[in-house]
């Protein structure tokens, strides 16, 4: 057992296998009791990198059929059966089996971003999220879907929208039916089962089952809007309400609903749509006979229940059930309208109200 620091690691991770590779890269003395070099060593790093070519992967689960190219893959992989998560948060009590892992969430804490972009001023706390920065200043999408030509910057994104068109979902729950196409879904969902929502905001106590749910809510606090449209000057917090408001630039719906010609520009809202048709409610509430149509409106009824209200504003202590309501909130303070009409200058806070700004061109 190591001895912790504030934020370090309560166990160090044993090795409770050898992993070692069937072939050897060279003589082992056992007299001597290490290995001994010979003229045909190479270095591990270069024999990783040869491995990369040769599809190699000489370290083998013992539980299953997994391999991998270097040893510390597999230590990562036998996590997953032992269940040991030694590193852990001493802020919030979040676990992780990963070092690099539990060094990403301690940035959920102390806000240091170290990844900054070379071409403006957008830093971020891990690089994969640099590198998907950067792709928007190069404009570069290289993965591109056979079935439908739609692109992305990144494999994983890739590897997810492909389930869309096989209806593929490998990831099952082991205590109910759900199935999901990605892992970070079905790992959502298990906090149903055990209840818990390991990352907490230091600012208002509110806490969440995701560490990117904990960082957008985190943007409620620091007014934050890093995403930035290139054609107007409007900037989200989310990602998926830029996506929103770039449909309004292209006009672009591509998704339509059969009974009544409804369109919109994501499959989600239709899907949404979908059951004003067909009466489906699928989010049941626990405590009560109510379901709903929708989560948002699961997730308000609730918060009725409960009395909880994790939302809060930093400018005036106002305090909101749903994180959507403190977004309107905020606006009360920014002055922010981001619901504008297509006809006229006018533009509005709630969306509600451009709605009935609508019918004064009726």
Known sequence: ???????????????????????????????????????????QPEANTMRTHTGEKPYKCDQCDYSAIQKCN????LAKHTGDKPYMCRKCGYRTDRKSNFLDHLRTHTGEKPFKCDQCDFSAAKKYSLDQHLAKHTGDKPYMCGQCGYRTTQKTTLSRHMSTHTGDKPYKCDQCDYSAAVKSTLDRHLTKHSGDMPYMCGECRYRTVSKYNLSV?????????PYRCDQCDYSAANKSNLDSHLSKHTGDKSYMCGECGYRTAYKSTLSRHMRTHTGEKPYNCDQCDYSAAQKSQLDYHLAIHKGDKPYMCGECGYRAALKFHLAEHMRTHTGDKPYRCNQCDYSAALKSTLKRHFKTHR
């Not at 409770?16 to 009791?33: E, F, N, Q, Y």
């Not at 597999?74 to 992989?77: D, F, I, N, T």
């Not at 809510?217 to 809007?225: A, D, F, P, Q, Y």
């Open 1 to 43: 057992m190591a001895e912790g620091g504030n934020g370090s690691p309560t166990a160090v991770p044993q090795n409770i296998r050898d992993g070692s590779p069937t072939g050897v890269l060279g003589d082992w003395d056992a007299s001597k009791g290490k290995e001994q070099p010979t003229a045909s060593k190479i270095s």
């Open 74 to 77: 597999l230590e990562q992989h």
């Open 217 to 225: 809510h985190m943007r409620t606090h620091t007014g934050e809007k």
